[in-house]
C-alpha cells in the first residue's frame, strides 16, 4: 500500500502542492485528474523519487520513499514512472527496448514475455524495427511495454496516451488495464481525459489549487460532482439555477446538469431558444439561451437556430443533485 501523508512542494517561492494525503492499495487503480498546470506530474515526481517535498512523507507499506536528497539515483525497484519523455533507447530495436530489463538466463522466458508484451501495444511487427525509426506515439507504446517488463508493484503513469491515436487507443487502454488488473499492479495515471479515468479507475482524486479538492470513488463522483470543475473533467455540464426549474420556486441554490441529462419537450419546462448546433458524431450537442442563461444539451438530431423548446430534467437527478 502506497500512503502520502501531508505532501507539500513548491519549485521555488509558489507553493504547487499542499498537505496532500490519500492511499492506494494493492492492485488499485487512481486517476488523478484536474486542470493543466494543477501539480499532476509534479506529484507523481515526488511519488517517484525525482523531487524532494518540502514537507511530509510517503511510505510503500513500511518503508519510507526518500527523495533525491537522499538516493543517489532516483526510483525504487518495485515502482515505475512512464513519463511524458519515454526513456527508450534509439538506436536499438523495440524488442530489445521491451526486453533489456528480463533475465538471460531463461530465453524461453524472455522470448514469450517480450511477444507478450508487444502483442499487449499491438507491436509485434516492429519488433526488429529501431526505436529511433518510430513515430511518436509508438515510442509511447514501446516505453510503456518497457516499464511493465520490470513487473512493478506500483506504476506511475502521466498522460500514458498522449500520443496515441484514436484508432488504436481504447484497444490499448483495455489491454493495459486488464492487465494491471491481473497482474494486482498498483496504479496511479494523472490524466485530463475522462476516457482515461471512468471505465478504469476505482477512485478519482480531483486536484485544484494546489490541494485535493475531492477524493471519491469513480462512479459516485461521476453522479454527484459536488462543483462545475469536477463535472466538466468528464463532459459537457451545466450549472442551472433552481430557480429556472418551476416547480422548485425560489431559491439561490444552482445544480449541476450534464448535457446528456436533459429530456426535450414541446409544452412546458425551461424554455430555451437555440442558438448553434454542433455535430459530435453520436449526436449533436446545442447550445441554447433561457433569458441570460446559456444551456448545452445533446440530441439525436439537428436543430434549427432560434427553434423554441423546452428542457426537462428529471425529478431524480434535480433530487440527487440537492442533497448537501
Ligand atoms: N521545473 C519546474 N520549475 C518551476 N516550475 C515548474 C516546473 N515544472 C512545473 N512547474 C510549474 O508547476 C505547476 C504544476 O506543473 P505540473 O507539470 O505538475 O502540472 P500538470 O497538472 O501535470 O500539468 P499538465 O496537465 O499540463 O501536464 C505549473 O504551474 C508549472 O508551471
Redesign the pocket.
Given at each position: 500500500m502506497l500512503t502520502i501523508n501531508s505532501l507539500s512542494f513548491s519549485?521555488?517561492k509558489t507553493p504547487?502542492l499542499k498537505d496532500i494525503n490519500f492511499k492506494v492499495a494493492k492492485g488499485e487503480h487512481i486517476s488523478i485528474v484536474?486542470e493543466?498546470?494543477?501539480?499532476?506530474?509534479?506529484l507523481l515526481k515526488i511519488i517517484y523519487g525525482l523531487l524532494q517535498p518540502n514537507k511530509g512523507q510517503i511510505f510503500w507499506g513500511d518503508t519510507q520513499v526518500m527523495g533525491p536528497d537522499y538516493n543517489l539515483v532516483p526510483g525504487e525497484s518495485y515502482m515505475k514512472y512512464l513519463s511524458q519523455d519515454f526513456d527508450l533507447m534509439p538506436f536499438t530495436t523495440v524488442a530489445e527496448n521491451v526486453s533489456q530489463f528480463l533475465s538471460v538466463f531463461y530465453p524461453e522466458e524472455l522470448k514469450a514475455r517480450t511477444q507478450e508484451l508487444l502483442q499487449m501495444i499491438d507491436m509485434l511487427s516492429f519488433a526488429d524495427v529501431k526505436v529511433k525509426n518510430l513515430s511518436g506515439g509508438q515510442q509511447q507504446r514501446v516505453a510503456l511495454a518497457r516499464v511493465l517488463a520490470q513487473k512493478p508493484e506500483l506504476l506511475l503513469l502521466d498522460?500514458p496516451f498522449s500520443h496515441i491515436d484514436n484508432f488504436r487507443k481504447n484497444q490499448l487502454r483495455r489491454n493495459l488495464f486488464e492487465y494491471l488488473e491481473k497482474e494486482e499492479i498498483s496504479c496511479i495515471t494523472?490524466t485530463?481525459d475522462h476516457q482515461d479515468v471512468l471505465p478504469y479507475a476505482q477512485k478519482i482524486i480531483v486536484l485544484k489549487d494546489r490541494e485535493i479538492m475531492v477524493e471519491a470513488k469513480t462512479e459516485d463522483l461521476y453522479h454527484n460532482p459536488k462543483n462545475i470543475y469536477t463535472a466538466a473533467l468528464f463532459g459537457e455540464a451545466n450549472l442551472i439555477p433552481i430557480s429556472i426549474l418551476k416547480s422548485y420556486g425560489e431559491t439561490e441554490r444552482k445544480i449541476i446538469v450534464y448535457a446528456h441529462e436533459f429530456r426535450i419537450s414541446n409544452k412546458s419546462g425551461i424554455p430555451v431558444k437555440v442558438e448553434k448546433c454542433y455535430f459530435m458524431g453520436s449526436h449533436y450537442l446545442v447550445q441554447a439561451k433561457s433569458d441570460e442563461h446559456i444551456i448545452r444539451f445533446h440530441h439525436h438530431e439537428s436543430m434549427e437556430v432560434n427553434k423554441e423548446l423546452f428542457l426537462n430534467i428529471a425529478l431524480e437527478t434535480i433530487n440527487q443533485r440537492l442533497k448537501p
Open positions: 519549485y521555488d504547487i484536474g493543466s498546470g494543477c501539480g499532476k506530474s509534479t498522460e494523472a485530463h
